[in-house]
């Protein structure tokens, strides 16, 4: 059984406000860290109303709804998360911030065993490892969106994780998030991704060079693959922006023509048309 009771979280946004929401679910104590308190406050807010619409839905009772905001706690300084036993970061996909992110973290947290990991879906662990004193005890944890429903989580040891690292990430997911753990090599993509984005770039290679209608495309794949959503609109829940960049991680990485981002997809971010978060990607959301 696993000795973590203290989870600090980096970021509120769609994935770090759902791992927030699995741990406390669980019955961890969460802290939840933003840059700013704008940014805090709707990290809050959608934090609190995605308990409200599962109590509302019989998946919580409303004392355990109750419990569960009490387990959550919020804060703009990652200097309060000096006794969490594991932190998990899940910023924006982008190896500079996150890099800083954990040379910070290094700095403030305070607990000689605490696991710092990363919710990155394409950024080479052993990158972010080496920014620290501590990379022995850098790991990924790959939750997948949104994280309250998905079953699966990557754990990704980078080239110094230590094995008691390793173990004891395992005991959290399995053991008290109830979820179910994959290993994955540390490489650009890991499992899910490297087979999943080169789907998703075909489709919207297809679209974009005319072959079939982005209903047609999606439609092919729900009702001739029976794929619970078709890939435009899984782009536009993903995120466009998060698309491109895995893409662009993976492509520097392996250098092949599958994982170049397509032009379309790069304008698209340009324009801020970046999905169901901005309200418009390939479809309106309106």
């Given at each position: 059984?696993?000795?973590?009771?203290?989870?600090?979280?980096?970021?509120?946004g769609?994935?770090?406000?759902?791992?927030?929401?699995?741990?406390?679910?669980?019955?961890?104590?969460?802290?939840?860290?933003?840059?700013?308190?704008?940014?805090?406050?709707?990290?809050r807010?959608?934090?609190?109303?995605?308990?409200?619409?599962?109590?509302?839905r019989?998946?919580?009772?409303?004392?355990?709804?109750d419990?569960?905001v009490?387990?959550?706690?919020?804060?703009?300084?990652l200097?309060?998360?000096?006794?969490?036993?594991?932190?998990?970061?899940?910023?924006?996909?982008?190896?500079?911030?996150?890099?800083?992110?954990?040379?910070?973290?290094?700095?403030?947290?305070?607990?000689?065993?605490?696991?710092?990991?990363?919710?990155?879906?394409?950024?080479?662990?052993?990158?972010?490892?080496?920014?620290?004193?501590?990379?022995?005890?850098?790991?990924?944890?790959?939750?997948?969106?949104?994280?309250?429903?998905?079953?699966?989580?990557?754990?990704?040891?980078?080239?110094?994780?230590?094995?008691?690292?390793?173990?004891?990430?395992?005991?959290?997911?399995?053991?008290?998030?109830?979820?179910?753990p994959?290993?994955?090599?540390?490489?650009?993509?890991?499992?899910?991704?490297?087979?999943?984005?080169?789907?998703?770039?075909?489709?919207?290679?297809?679209?974009?060079?005319?072959?079939?209608?982005?209903?047609?495309?999606?439609?092919?794949?729900?009702?001739?693959?029976?794929?619970?959503?078709?890939?435009?609109?899984?782009?536009?829940?993903?995120?466009?922006?998060?698309?491109?960049?895995?893409?662009?991680?993976?492509?520097?990485?392996?250098?092949?023509?599958?994982?170049?981002?397509?032009?379309?997809?790069?304008?698209?971010?340009?324009?801020?048309?970046?999905?169901?978060?901005?309200?418009?990607?390939?479809?309106?959301?309106?």
């Amino acid at each position: 059984m696993t000795d973590i009771e203290r989870v600090g979280v980096v970021g509120c946004g769609q994935m770090g406000a759902g791992i927030a929401e699995v741990c406390a679910r669980s019955g961890l104590e969460v802290m939840v860290a933003e840059t700013t308190g704008e940014a805090l406050e709707l990290g809050r807010t959608r934090l609190i109303n995605s308990l409200d619409k599962a109590a509302e839905r019989g998946k919580l009772t409303a004392q355990e709804r109750d419990a569960t905001v009490d387990r959550l706690s919020f804060t703009t300084d990652l200097g309060a998360f000096a006794d969490r036993d594991v932190v998990i970061e899940a910023v924006v996909e982008n190896e500079q911030v996150k890099t800083e992110i954990f040379q910070i973290l290094d700095q403030v947290v305070t607990r000689p065993d605490a696991i710092l990991a990363s919710n990155t879906s394409s950024i080479p662990l052993v990158k972010l490892a080496v920014a620290t004193s501590r990379p022995d005890q850098v790991v990924g944890i790959h939750f997948f969106n949104p994280a309250p429903v998905q079953r699966l989580v990557e754990i990704i040891p980078a080239l110094t994780t230590g094995d008691g690292t390793i173990q004891r990430a395992e005991e959290l997911v399995v053991d008290v998030l109830g979820k179910h753990p994959i290993r994955a090599q540390d490489r650009s993509g890991f499992v899910v991704n490297a087979l999943l984005i080169p789907y998703l770039l075909s489709a919207v290679r297809m679209f974009e060079s005319g072959i079939a209608s982005r209903e047609d495309i999606d439609s092919g794949m729900e009702l001739g693959c029976a794929h619970p959503m078709g890939p435009l609109r899984l782009c536009d829940l993903i995120g466009l922006d998060t698309v491109a960049s895995i893409a662009d991680s993976m492509f520097q990485e392996y250098k092949e023509g599958l994982y170049a981002a397509p032009p379309l997809l790069q304008r698209m971010v340009d324009a801020g048309r970046l999905g169901r978060k901005a309200g418009s990607g390939f479809y309106d959301y309106g």
